[in-house]
């Protein structure tokens, strides 16, 4: 556990069903005319934000929409994106949409302020000053972006997504409304879902781990427990989509002030070079980290078990330690994850590439529990065949 350790939240943080019609009253109160709004395929098809785009439109004197950010964003699709937005000259951007969007905008943020940020985006070095005032709103429960310094962008001549850390990514104000989510379909409920749950679970046994990172995410885990299910099971379960909001959203303010471990550092090579979206990825990976670390993290497990609603009277930190390792391999079987890396187009010889590539992710091996070594990766990757 840190010694020192350190909390950084988005400026402003409203939560609630119908939330999002604040949004033009927050933008009037920046004082901003010039609005750039980044929206998804996916929300934009759905029509459940057409009546937000239009009163932003009928608020504001210049209005760029950018409806095509795509899933999973390359590098240089990035930098497309940029030029058209500095173009425009916008002052302010929001961002409607799944974690895609929103690590979209963080980047273009920080570009638009910071001319020699273009080239190279894993290059931080480059982000001297703080980009426009960045205001976001979710779509889907899971990767937590809204309150992250994280962005994730896929590097295709490296075959890795690669996470891209600056404290001024930080959205300066987050809108969690649950009828965002409501249209959201099973598949990707779970995903989502699984994947803020590995953010819990990570940081919180991750050594980077401290008080703040765990209150958050030992809640994270018990809502998400509580209510994952109920909102896979009926998407219109408006209580269950508010839990898994704010627990996303407590999953990625843990990630803020801890780390996730090797879970992700083994997804990043699975989404770089076979796309496999990133909470998928995750969500197949998760059961059999958890199983490889858990002698590591016993002496911490009882608060993580009873979060998830196990029964801890009497039982033994081994006992316990195997519930928690069951009940995740329950909640991914529950949730139909794929089990296996075939229904990727993944094969056995693939397996040396992903080990490599999964061994250079030091920023979070490193904050694993337990040492990881060649041969434990890849016995890993092995199971998932």
């Known amino acids: 556990m840190q010694k020192t350790y350190l909390l950084r939240v988005p400026g402003t943080v409203t939560a609630g069903a119908g939330c999002i019609s604040q949004l033009n009253s927050l933008i009037m109160a920046e004082g901003k005319t010039n609005i750039a709004v980044f929206i998804d395929r996916g929300v934009i098809k759905s029509g459940s934000v057409d009546e937000i785009i239009q009163g932003i439109q009928n608020g504001f004197p210049r209005v760029t929409v950018i409806s095509d950010v795509p899933p999973e964003p390359e590098d240089r699709q990035v930098r497309d994106i940029f030029d058209r937005v500095r173009d425009s000259g916008a002052q302010l951007i929001v961002a409607i949409g799944g974690g895609s969007v929103l690590d979209t905008s963080k980047i273009i943020a920080a570009m638009l302020t910071n001319p020699d940020y273009y080239e190279d985006l894993t290059d931080i070095s480059k982000i001297q000053n703080p980009g426009v005032p960045l205001f976001v709103a979710p779509t889907s429960a899971g990767t937590g972006a809204e309150a992250t310094p994280n962005a994730i962008i896929l590097l295709p001549e490296s075959k890795l997504k690669v996470g891209v850390v600056h404290p001024w990514f930080i959205p300066s104000k987050v809108l969690l409304d649950p009828m965002l989510t409501l249209s959201l379909p099973k598949p990707i409920t779970a995903a989502t879902g699984l994947d803020a749950f590995c953010h819990c679970i990570e940081t919180y046994i991750s050594k980077k781990t401290n008080p703040f990172a765990r209150l958050f995410a030992l809640e994270g885990i018990r809502l998400i427990s509580k209510s994952l299910r109920r909102a896979y099971d009926d998407g219109n379960d408006l209580a269950a989509r508010e839990d898994m909001l704010v627990a996303a959203f407590y999953g990625g303010v843990a990630i803020t002030s801890s780390s996730t471990v090797a879970v992700h550092a083994l997804s990043y090579p699975l989404g770089g070079a076979y796309r496999i979206p990133h909470g998928v990825s995750n969500a197949i990976l998760l059961p059999h980290v958890m199983a490889f670390n858990m002698d590591a993290v016993l ?87």
């Open 299 to 385: 002496d911490e497990i009882e608060p993580v078990a009873a979060a998830m609603g196990i029964n801890t009277a009497g039982r033994t930190p081994e006992e316990l330690g195997k519930a928690v390792v069951d009940e995740i391999y329950s909640m991914t079987k529950y949730l139909q994850i794929p089990t296996s890396l075939k229904d990727f187009g993944v094969s056995r010889k693939d397996i040396d590439f992903l080990t490599e590539s999964a061994s250079q992710v030091r920023r979070l091996l490193d904050q694993n529990p337990k040492a990881m070594s060649h041969g434990d990766i890849r016995s890993i990757y092995e199971r998932l065949f």
